[in-house]
C-alpha cells in the first residue's frame, strides 16, 4: 500500500508533510540510489511548472539527486510532456516534473518518467517509498563524485521543434484565427510560439504567470474566459490547456466547450478512416460517456475503458497494442508521437483535421450527443470510506436503479481529498432522484 504516491505521482499543499524541504530531498536520495545502476555518469532531467513553490521544490530535490552522484539538468518552466519526450531524447535515466497540473497554486507534485518517458509503475514507486524510509545516508557519493547542476537553457526550443515534427510539414495554419489559454502555465512560452510558426493568427489569454495566478479563473477547467475570447474575436478555435500542458479542452467558434470525449471520437474515426487506429480500438476510462461508445460502435471501433489516470490508459494501450487513449477530462495519448498526453500535440492533430477539412470547429467536434452525467465531489476524511460495507450496499442499490439506461461510477480521486460520484442516465429523473439520495449519503 502506498503511503507518500498517488495515481499520478505525488500531490499536496506545498510546505506540507509531503511536500517540504526534508522530504524532497530524501524523495530526491531515494531516486537516486534507485536509478542509479551501472557504471556510466547518470543523468536526470527538471522540469517545473510556474508556481511559486516549484523554486523551493527544485532545489530540494537537485540536492538529494547531487549528493547520490547523479548530474541534474534544469529546464525551468516547460510543459509535463516536454520533460518525458526530453528525458529520452537526452539519455537521461529519469525524468522529473514539478507540477499539480490543474490545480491552484497553493498545491504542487512530482510527477516522476523512466528512461523511456513512461511513468513509474506502482511497484516501482513502492521500492522509492521503502527507500525513502532507509538509512540513505550511508549510501551517500563520496566527495568526488558528487553531482552536478546545469542549466539547460534551450529546453523549450527542442520542445517546439519536436512539435513541428508532429505537424505535416506541407501543411501550414494559415487562415486560422486561434485564442489559445495556456492557464498561466507551464505551456506559456510553447504553446503561442508553435501556433504562430505554423502560421496561424494567435490571441493569447492567461500567458503571464507571476507564480500564484496558475489555473486561477484559467485554463481547461476554468473556460469560461476563453469562450468569451474566442466570440470576441470572431475566432475559428479557442484551445486551452492545463497548468502543466498534458490536457486540453477546446472552444468552438459559437462559444460552446468541446470535451475530451468528442475530441477522442474525432481523432479516432479520422485515424480509422486512415488506417491509422491500431486494431480498431481506443483506450477510455469508466467515465467516457457512453454517447461516445456507441457513436465508435457505428464506425467498428471499440472502446476498451479503465480505471481513471492516464498512467492506466497508457498501460491498457501498451498491452492491448493501441495508439490512441484518453480521458474525458481531455488528458489524450497519441502514441504514435508521445509516451504521454500532450495537449499540444492533440491540438495540433485536431487543428490539421479541420484545416484539411475546411470545416468549423461546431461541426467536427460535436460528433454525437451525450448521454445526460451528473458529477458531484464529497470532501471526506477517511480515504477507505469504499471499503465500508454500508457504503458498498447503499452504492449497489444505486447501481440497481440506474442499471437499466445508464450507470453510476464511485471513486476516490487519486489527488486531492474527494470522493467523485458520476451518474449517467438517459432518463434526468433517474439522475436527480440518484443525485438526491448520493448527496443525503456522502454529504
Request: with cysteine.
Amino acid at each position: 500500500m502506498k503511503k507518500f504516491f498517488g495515481t499520478d505521482g505525488v500531490r499536496a499543499s506545498s510546505n506540507s508533510q509531503k511536500l517540504n524541504g526534508l522530504t524532497l530531498m530524501k524523495l530526491g536520495m531515494a531516486l537516486g540510489k534507485h536509478f542509479t545502476v551501472g557504471e556510466h555518469r547518470h543523468k536526470v532531467v527538471i522540469g517545473k511548472d510556474t508556481r511559486l513553490s516549484g523554486y523551493m521544490i527544485e532545489q530540494a530535490i537537485t540536492s538529494g539527486l547531487l549528493s547520490m552522484g547523479m548530474d541534474v539538468f534544469l529546464f525551468g518552466p516547460i510543459p509535463t510532456p516536454a520533460v518525458a519526450m526530453l528525458t529520452k531524447s537526452m539519455r537521461a535515466d529519469l525524468g522529473i516534473m514539478i507540477t499539480a497540473s490543474h490545480n491552484q497554486y497553493q498545491d504542487n507534485g512530482i510527477k516522476i518518467f523512466d528512461k523511456n518517458g513512461n511513468k513509474l509503475s506502482d511497484e516501482t514507486e513502492i521500492e522509492i517509498e521503502s527507500l525513502m524510509e532507509s538509512e540513505l545516508e550511508n549510501s551517500l557519493a563520496s566527495p568526488e563524485k558528487i553531482g552536478r547542476a546545469k542549466r539547460l537553457e534551450d529546453a523549450n526550443g527542442r520542445y517546439i521543434e519536436f512539435l513541428k515534427g508532429t505537424f505535416p510539414k506541407s501543411e501550414r495554419l494559415d487562415g486560422l484565427k486561434i485564442v489559445i489559454d495556456c492557464a498561466n502555465g507551464a505551456s506559456y512560452i510553447s504553446a503561442p510560439l508553435i501556433l504562430w510558426e505554423l502560421g496561424a493568427e494567435v490571441i493569447q489569454i492567461a500567458t503571464q504567470p507571476n507564480g500564484t495566478n496558475i489555473n486561477f479563473e484559467c485554463g481547461s477547467t476554468n473556460t469560461n474566459k476563453l469562450a468569451k475570447k474566442v466570440l470576441e474575436e470572431k475566432a475559428d478555435i479557442g484551445i486551452a490547456l492545463d497548468g502543466d500542458g498534458d490536457r486540453l479542452a477546446v472552444i468552438d467558434e459559437k462559444g460552446h466547450l468541446v470535451n475530451g470525449d468528442q475530441i477522442l471520437a474525432l481523432l479516432a474515426i479520422e485515424m480509422s478512416k486512415n488506417k491509422k487506429l491500431k486494431n480498431n480500438n481506443v483506450v477510455g476510462t469508466s467515465m467516457a460517456n457512453m454517447g461516445l461508445e456507441t457513436l465508435l460502435k457505428k464506425h467498428n471501433i471499440g472502446l476498451i475503458r479503465t480505471k481513471v489516470g492516464d498512467r492506466y490508459v497508457k498501460e491498457k494501450m501498451i498491452s492491448e497494442d493501441l495508439n490512441l487513449g484518453g480521458e474525458q477530462s481531455g488528458h489524450i495519448i497519441l502514441r504514435d508521437f508521445t509516451s504521454s498526453g500532450d495537449g499540444i500535440v492533440v491540438a495540433l492533430q485536431v487543428l490539421y483535421i479541420l484545416s484539411r477539412k475546411k470545416g468549423k470547429a461546431s461541426d467536427c467536434l460535436h460528433l454525437f450527443s451525450p448521454l445526460p452525467q451528473n458529477l458531484i465531489n464529497f470532501p471526506v476524511k477517511e480515504r477507505n470510506i469504499l471499503d465500508h460495507e454500508d457504503t458498498k450496499l447503499f452504492i449497489k442499490s444505486c447501481e440497481e436503479k440506474v442499471s437499466e439506461d445508464g450507470r453510476i461510477v464511485v471513486r476516490m480521486s487519486g489527488t486531492e481529498p474527494l470522493l467523485r460520484v458520476m451518474i449517467e442516465s438517459g432518463n434526468q429523473h433517474t439522475i436527480d432522484e440518484l443525485t438526491e439520495s448520493v448527496t443525503k449519503y456522502f454529504s
